[in-house]
């Protein structure tokens, strides 16, 4: 067989393999993406800001933060007007807390706590309700409309605190008929957190639904809202499996509670406290709530919790 013939041969046959190899040939399947990993947000969430709290930070008039103020008309819709409190000089949305008076109360009786609570990052709204005679149930209702006030202001665009509130993240507190108010809004499931202050309420309630993480402070010499009839039942009510926690004042009187004084270090330490841990998800606060012996302190009476939170 001549030379050219054998070329002719071995050509075809290569061909012929190629041919055979491009019919074999199955493509590569395409990548495909990674399920994606849930956001932080989706379980348990941290949202701790600020530096790391000691005892004398906590005892402190205020926190890290410088704190401003927007005065809220009387004539808003829901509540009888107010103030917002809120920190400047950090970034990113933080929770909302609306603080509720007594009866006969004025606002000026609790604004001790907006820049408190406002100067360790929280928008604070301190309100007047819309009559002194107001009754727990209104105060609750008057307590969730603020918080809906703020968070309509955040969601504007001509608000000083534009942007600043996270809707899911709210907390209530108040004073005497005010506690008793936020402690019907705690028996719901709006809040982050409730710190009822000599809670006062009579009648039927639903606090042994509460499953919002609630701190009673009570005064042990409270005349009004006596803590036998009020603050110490009303935590006993409150289901064992929620977190909460009973802190009684050694020597208050009704408005021991409302700050300012020789109880405003003690009050700022277990105040803030709660609404980090429990708004901020911020486990650095357990240590105080958690961890000291709070009776060994001449200034706390008595103090009850379901630890660890």
């Known amino acids: 067989m001549n030379k050219s013939i054998l070329q002719k041969l071995s050509l075809g046959t290569s061909v012929l393999l190629v041919s055979m190899n491009a019919l074999s040939w199955t493509p590569s399947p395409e990548p495909v993406d990674p399920i994606p990993e849930p956001t932080p947000c989706e379980g348990e969430c941290d949202f701790s800001r600020g530096p790391n709290p000691t005892v004398s930070s906590l005892e402190a008039e205020a926190g890290p933060y410088s704190v401003s103020t927007q005065s809220v008309s009387s004539s808003v819709n829901g509540f009888g007007g107010g103030t917002i409190h809120f920190p400047t000089g950090t ?31 929280f928008v604070v709204i301190t309100i007047a309700t819309n009559s002194p005679f107001d009754q727990p149930d ?40 005010g506690g008793g108010g936020s402690l019907r809004l705690a028996s ?21 639904q509460i499953e919002t993480p609630t701190l009673i402070i009570a005064c042990e010499n409270d ?65 105080f709530l958690c961890g000291p012996d709070h009776a060994a302190n001449s200034a706390v009476s008595e103090y009850r919790d379901t630890c660890n939170y």
């Open 138 to 177: 209104s105060r609750e209702r008057q307590v969730s409309a603020a918080l809906d006030y703020v968070i309509t202001q955040s969601n504007g665009s001509n608000s000083p605190i534009s942007g600043m509130v996270d809707a899911s993240r709210v907390a209530a507190m108040g004073w005497s008929m």
């Open 91 to 121: 970034t990113g949305t933080m929770g909302a807390i609306a603080i509720v008076p007594g009866f006969v109360s004025p606002e000026s009786s609790i604004i001790w706590w907006g820049p408190r609570l406002a100067s360790h990052g």
């Open 223 to 287: 005349a009004v809202a006596t803590v036998n009839m009020h603050g110490s039942p009303f935590y006993e009510r409150i289901p064992s499996t929620t977190d909460k926690a009973y802190l009684e004042i050694a020597g208050g009187n009704h408005s021991c509670a409302n700050g300012g004084g020789t109880n405003g270090g003690l009050l700022g330490k277990y105040g803030v406290s709660w609404m980090k841990r429990f708004i901020d998800n911020d486990l650095r606060y357990d240590q």
């Open 188 to 208: 719901g499931t709006r809040l982050s957190a409730a710190i009822p202050l000599a809670p006062w309420h009579t009648g039927s309630n639903s606090f042994d």
